[in-house]
């Protein structure tokens, strides 16, 4: 199977952006049904208007310059190194003012699993002080246990 290279950056960016933004131009680079992956440019005086994806949680990582996000109604400064969480169902955007910046949005399906993290990575419960490797008796009981069927030996032999 052949190396997958897909190109982005100068040259490679489709002009426009994501609608209703101003002075961004950008090339998804990758898009399936767990997720986008696109770099954006954003010129001095771009923007991407405060809205909402309700069914995606996002990372904004910008690679290049520096500018403002927004997550909410709260503000940041943001430069090359930095990346932000847009979380489902918040409003978020962002802007360059006299430098431009560039990024690489990860928009994920669904929302933040910040929930499982500690399952998925198998990490174990953190013990209180003074458990030293006990953990507190549990409560409940197991399901009751279905038996099978005896045969019956006076029974004939199955057709």
Not at 42 to 48: D, E, N, Q, T, Y
Not at 112 to 129: C, M, Q, T, Y
Request: glycine share 18%; no cysteine; aromatic share 4%.
């Amino acid at each position: 199977m052949p190396i997958d290279i897909r190109r982005f950056g100068a040259g490679n960016r489709r002009a426009g952006g994501p609608p209703g933004t101003v002075g961004v131009s950008g090339k998804v680079i990758h898009a399936d049904a767990r997720g986008v992956i696109s770099e954006l440019a954003i010129a001095p005086g771009g923007r991407i208007p405060i809205h909402d994806n309700a069914d995606t949680t996002a990372w904004f990582l910008v690679i290049e310059g520096g500018g403002w996000v927004q997550v909410g109604e709260e503000r940041q400064r943001v430069a090359a190194g930095e990346a932000v969480v847009w979380p489902a169902g918040i409003g978020h955007g962002a802007w360059a003012e006299g430098l431009p910046m560039r990024v690489i949005v990860v928009e994920l399906a669904g929302a933040d699993d910040a929930w499982a993290r500690g399952i998925l990575e198998g990490a174990a419960r953190r013990l209180g002080p003074g458990e030293r490797g006990r953990v507190a008796r549990g409560e409940g009981q197991l399901a009751p246990r279905r038996r099978a069927a005896r045969p019956d030996p006076g029974a004939a032999e199955p057709d």
